[in-house]
């Protein structure tokens, strides 16, 4: 069964600096997809960024960008330039083939003025 | 172009009530989700939906019942509610079920069960 692991229950860091959130995702499929969704205290789940298993390159959405690493099976997120807004809750997300999505326990990010 | 949203945002019940959240999107899309959201834990699919008059068990279908009479509208119902049943419930929609598809979400229910 596919299974995504969030080690990192909490983070902090710096405004204007940059952070790394780590997931790493357990799949014998070839073809998939993977998300980051942010969750800001109002709750709402919003998509940061998004990765497609079979292109090489990483996504890049502005300040947010991913290592993909495809044979360690991992999925990192980094946000440059942080700022206060980005403070929320962070889940990875692994889809395949179907509808089903199965998301990580999340990291909470703390941005420090 | 509301989105997705939810109603209501918050509702405190007591063991054995019933009640139902009401999940609305205007984006025309086929796929239709709830999720329940614990903490310590991602979210995880109660029921989903492939179209107007279908519906599907998820995950962790035990104690809720949905419908999907309009393409637009997807509702989850607690028969008789439980404790274990406190969550953010999430609602989500998506136009097709394939990977490919971003599952766009509303800004969920917190539900208490006393």
């Known amino acids: 069964a596919q299974t995504v692991t969030q080690s990192q229950p909490e983070m902090s860091v710096q405004e204007a600096e940059t952070v790394t959130l780590s997931c790493t995702y357990d799949t014998s499929e070839s073809d998939y997809y993977l998300f980051w969704y942010k969750q800001p205290p109002s709750r709402q789940m919003i998509l940061v960024i998004r990765?497609?298993?079979?292109?090489?390159q990483n996504a890049t959405e502005n300040r947010f960008s991913v290592n993909f690493q495809k044979a360690a099976k991992s999925f990192s997120l980094k946000i440059s330039d942080s700022q206060l807004g980005d403070a929320a809750m962070y889940f990875c997300?692994?889809?395949?083939?179907?509808?089903?999505?199965?998301f990580g326990t999340g990291t909470r990010l703390k941005v420090l003025a | 172009n509301a989105g997705v949203t939810q109603t209501p945002k918050f509702r405190v019940l007591k063991t054995g009530q019933s009640m139902t959240l009401l999940c609305a999107q205007d984006m025309n899309h086929e796929y239709m989700y709830w999720y329940r959201q614990d903490p310590g834990m991602g979210l995880r699919l109660i029921h989903y939906s492939v179209g107007e008059g279908t519906t599907a068990k998820g995950e962790v279908p035990d104690g809720y019942n949905v419908s999907r009479l309009k393409k637009q509208n997807f509702l989850l119902g607690l028969e008789s509610a439980a404790p274990s049943q406190t969550s953010v419930y999430f609602c989500a929609s998506s136009y097709f079920g394939q990977s490919t598809d971003t599952q766009y979400f509303g800004p969920g229910t917190r539900l208490t069960v006393l």
């Open positions: 997300a692994y889809s395949s083939g179907t509808y089903k999505y199965i």
């Open positions: 990765q497609e298993a079979y292109k090489q």
